[in-house]
C-alpha cells in the first residue's frame, strides 16, 4: 500500500511509487492492536494535508471540548493550553475566546505556519520526552494538555506518556480523544487502518499505559468522531491509592469490550471476512453501474478512501475523479490509483450520476451539503459501515 496521504502532482505519475507493508496485529496479552510496519515518520507529517477545519463536524467537537475544559477546570488567564498534534491551530483557536495561554506543537511545517496566522504559536517539533523538556523550559508547564487523533500515530508511546509527564503540572489534566478499536471492528472500518495509525486503542490497553505512568481517569465520553471516539480526562494520580471513582468509570466503559468479544480470534477473523464481502458487494455494484454507463465519482480524497481504493482496486476507470474541500488536495491524484482531485463545485458542474462517499465518517454532513445534487437526481453510495445507497 502507498503512504495513505501521498498525494502525487502530474510530473510524478510515471515515477515508481513506494509500498508499504500494512499489517495490523493484536498483543494477546494487552489487547493493543498495532502495525506490524512502521514507516519513517517523516515522510508522513512533515508536510501534512489533512486539515481538521475542512469538516464542521470536527470544528464543532472543537469547540465544545474548548468550552468544557474551560468550564471544568477553572482556567484563567495565566493558565496554559498545550495541544499535541495541534495541526493548523482548529482546537487552540477555540480558546482565544476565553483568553488562556495556548501552544501548540506539530511535526507538520506547513500547517504550523498557518496556524501562526491565526494567531497560536506553534512549536514545530515531534512530541517526546526530550521536546517536552525543551518545551517546558520556555513555556512552563501547562494546566491542560490535549491530545486529539494523534495519539495513534505515536510509535513510542512510553517515551511520549514521560514527556506528557513532564509538561503537565501535578494538577493538571490530560485529555485524549482517538478512534475506539472496538468500532473500528463493529462498525467494519477496515480504512482506517494505514501507515499513519500505528496503534488502535481500546480502553483496556489504554488503562494499562496510563496506569504505569501514574494517571488515572476523571471521565470518559463517547464521541462520533472518525466513526467513533472516546475522549477520556485523566489527571496525575496522587498518592499510591487510586480514586475508587475512577475504576467505576472504567468497569462501566469497558463493558463494551467484553460485549463484543473484541479480543476473541473470531471476532477478529469475522471482521476480516467482512471486508472481503464488502470488497466484493462495493465492486459489483460499481462494475455494473458502469456497464449501465453511469458516471460515477468519489467524495473525500481521505486516507481511508485512498485505502479502500487500493484495496479493492477501485481506479479512475471507475471513478472519473473525487472532488474534495482541501485546497491542497485539489489538482493532485491519489496515490497508488492516481485519480485527479477537483474542489467540490465540479459535482454541480458535472451532475455524475452516483457520488460513492469515501470520507463516510462525513456522510451526514456531506450529503445535506449536497442537497441540491440529490434533488436533482443524483445517488450517494455509502461503503461503510455497510453498503447503501441514498
Ligand atoms: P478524514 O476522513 O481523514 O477526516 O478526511 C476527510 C476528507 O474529506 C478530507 O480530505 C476533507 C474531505 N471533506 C470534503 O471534501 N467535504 C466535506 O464536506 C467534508 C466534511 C470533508
Redesign the pocket.
Known sequence: MPIPNGFLGEKDLNKTEEKYELSCLICESCGLAQLSNIVNPDLMFKNY??I?S?????MENFNNLSYQIYNNFNLNQDSLVVDIGSNDGSLLSFFKNYRTRVLGIDPAENLAKIAELKGIPTEIKFFDLKNAKLIRNKHGQADVITATNVVAHIDNLHDFFKGISCLLKDDGVLITEFPYFVELVRGNEFDTIYHEHLSYFSLKPWLKLIKSHGFEVLRTQKSPI?GGSIRIIQKKQKEKSENPNSKNIVNHMAFPEEEHNIYNRDTLSDFARKVGSLKIELTTLLKNLKRKRKKIVG???????NVLTNYFNIGPEILDYI????PY?QGLFTPGKHIPIYA?NRLTIDRPDYVLI??W??AE??IK?EMTFRKLGGKFIIPIPKLKVV
Do not use: C, Q, W
Request: hydrophobic residues 40%; charged residues 25%.
Open positions: 494535508v489533512y481538521p475542512m469538516s464542521r463536524v470536527m472518525h467524495y473525500g480524497a481521505a486516507a481511508k478512501g472532488v474534495d474541500s482541501t488536495k467540490e469515501l470520507a465518517n462525513f454532513e456531506i451539503k
